[in-house]
């Protein structure tokens, strides 16, 4: 199988797979929280996952700004990187992997629910979500 034909199908499965989880749990807002910053590993890590569900769920709907939360990614990427042990591997991609699922979860929520009130909810919560990282970024 070609390389670009086997990353394309592996793309949209997993797409398929956050859509599917997120609607599945409904999207508990309390998760998608960005955790306090004390712990700047943590914050890094779940900032490299909410990012990375940003870029995935743009894919959707706008590819220029696909392209700019990959760039983001790539920056937190790199600090995650210079930051973490190799003994912190796990653990940073568990929280990358429950931040990713929370912020996929609230933009779909935000995106395709019928309650306007919670997509209004949600949709602010994800962008104070991808705001707190940019901060961060910025900072």
Not at 13 to 30: D, K
Not at 50 to 63: I, K, N, P, V
Request: charged letters at 20%; hydrophobic letters at 50%.
């Amino acid at each position: 199988m070609p390389k670009d034909h086997f990353m394309g199908s592996l793309k949209t499965i997993l797409q398929s797979i956050i859509i599917a989880l997120a609607m599945s749990s409904a999207g508990n807002p309390a998760f998608a929280r960005a955790p306090e910053p004390q712990d700047p590993l943590k914050f890094f890590a779940a900032c490299a996952g909410r990012l990375s569900a940003e870029m995935e769920f743009q894919w959707m709907f706008d590819g220029d700004a696909a392209d700019a939360f990959a760039a983001e990614r790539a920056a937190v990427l790199d600090i995650l990187e210079a930051m973490m042990s190799d003994d912190q591997g796990r653990d940073v991609l568990n929280w990358r992997v429950e931040a990713k699922m929370a912020q996929a979860a609230l933009l779909t929520r935000a995106t395709f629910t019928n309650d306007a009130r919670a997509a209004r909810h949600s949709a602010k919560l994800a962008l104070y979500n991808v705001e707190s990282c940019r901060a961060m970024l910025l900072s």
